[in-house]
């Protein structure tokens, strides 16, 4: 293979959105260095680590035209893409780190690459939010992911008081400078009881997973200096203690006004119980009363 040749001269016209590893460079997936390979116009929110990452697997520019699009030139970068797909060609866009468009650039570039009816393709790969979510031992059945919390303390709060209400696990990002603040304003937000996790610097060699409950976390951290990429999640707020006789009275009161199905939502929902607990009550509860 010579550095300008490509590994599948017949890549389709379109917008591709390559993910990149977030650590460990052997993350990338073979698909993902096909379309490097064979893209005609490269782009990447950070051009010398894509150039580093392809040279790593033995891939390089060679000719092509290789453009740096990132939030501080997105208005001006996207005429140039755009009159590339507008010929015809094949475009290749990659984040620094992840998976292009979550809490990273490109957003944008999509919304006016869709609607100049162009083609969009994905190349999926790695994700701290999944990553993270892999290795917390919080619940994944529901999941937000909530990106950054504002700089500013009011919209910060606002965020934060938004967040803990949220019926799923919570995922944020967070500057490792900020990290330490952002616990210890969470903690009496969300609860110092709730169950939390910290990952840091997630496939790389300090590779770090911290999980306690907020306040514990939140005590640990407070002095500590942090370094590398940071992921926060937190589990999804506790159910509160509810006695049977109350769980079976919600249940017989609207099952007589909906649907099974309305019923256990609209009751695990006003309970803040599992729907699972609250279906096989309302299931028992309809047996019993089949039996009388």
């Known amino acids: 293979m010579t550095d300008s040749a490509p590994l599948a001269p017949s890549l389709a016209p379109g917008l591709w959105l390559v993910s990149t590893p977030i650590g460990a460079a052997r993350d990338i997936t073979l698909r993902a260095l096909d379309v490097l390979g064979a893209a005609e116009v490269l782009a990447a929110e950070d051009t010398r680590s894509l150039r580093h990452l392809m040279q790593i697997h033995g891939l390089s520019a060679g000719g092509r035209t ?3 699009y990132h939030d501080h030139n997105g208005e001006r970068m996207r005429p140039k893409l755009l009159a590339a797909l ?14 292009p468009l979550v809490a990273d650039p490109g957003f944008q570039l999509v919304r006016a690459a869709v609607a100049a009816g162009h083609a969009v393709h994905a190349v999926p790969g790695a994700s701290a939010v999944l990553a993270a979510l892999a290795v917390a031992g919080l619940p994944t059945d529901r999941f937000a992911f909530l990106g950054f919390a504002p700089a500013q303390a009011g919209a910060r709060a606002r965020f934060l008081a938004e967040a803990a209400a949220i019926p799923a696990t919570c995922v944020l990002y967070e500057s490792p400078r900020r990290v330490a ?21 997630l496939t790389k060699r300090h590779e770090e997973v911290i999980r306690a409950p907020l306040g514990d976390l939140a005590a640990a951290l407070a002095s500590r200096e942090i370094k590398g990429e940071v992921v926060v999640l937190t589990d999804r707020q506790g159910a509160v203690a509810v006695g049977a006789g109350t769980l079976e009275a919600a249940l017989a009161d609207a099952l007589a006004q909906d ?8 009751v695990a929902a006003e309970l803040g119980l599992p729907r699972r607990q609250v279906y ?5 509860l309809q047996k019993g009363q089949g039996d009388e």
């Open 66 to 68: 290789l453009l740096a």
């Open 259 to 266: 649907s099974l199905r309305a019923a256990v939502d609209r």
């Open 181 to 201: 603040r952002l616990l210890a304003e969470m903690v009496p937000i969300f609860g110092a009881g709730r169950d939390a996790v910290v990952c840091r610097e």
């Open 280 to 284: 096989q009550a309302a299931l028992a």
């Open 86 to 99: 507008a010929e015809g060609r094949s475009v290749a866009y990659a984040s620094e780190a992840g998976t």
